[in-house]
Nanobody, 119 residues
Framework: QVTLVESGGGLVQPGESLSLSCEASVSRSIFSISTMGWYRQAPGKQRERVASIISIGRADYADSMKGRASISRDNAKNTVYLQMSSLKPEDTAVYYC???????????WGQGTQVTVSS
């Protein structure tokens, strides 16, 4: 059973920064070859991808987050991070972590962490 646990969400003011973490309870060998992603879902909206990072560390970002987000991973800790800056009210959402294991085709999701950007 794969479990993903996000942490780091909270309430911040517009323009501030926030860092999220996601730790996966999975073997290092599986984590290291999996693609990790951060997604978010705002009330009444569909879940959307924020950023993703493949096994070798190459990252990709949604247009809305380019220049404001940085995704990274520590394969020794089975953890993926998302650093966000210059946050806007429209960034308010539940942020989810996803692990995609290419060889099995399976994907796993965390329970999510709330990020609220408000003055």
């Amino acid at each position: 059973q794969v479990t993903l646990v996000e942490s780091g969400g909270g309430l911040v003011q517009p323009g501030e920064s926030l860092s999220l973490s996601c730790e996966a309870s999975v073997s290092r060998s599986i984590f290291s070859i999996s693609t990790m992603g951060w997604y978010r879902q705002a009330p009444g909206k569909q879940r959307e991808r924020v950023a993703s990072i493949i096994s070798i560390g190459r990252a990709d970002y949604a247009d809305s987050m380019k220049g404001r987000a940085s995704i990274s991973r520590d394969n020794a800790k089975n953890t993926v991070y998302l650093q966000m800056s210059s946050l806007k009210p429209e960034d308010t959402a539940v942020y989810y972590c996803k692990l995609y294991h290419h060889y099995s085709g399976r994907e796993y999701w965390g329970q999510g962490t709330q990020v609220t950007v408000s003055s």
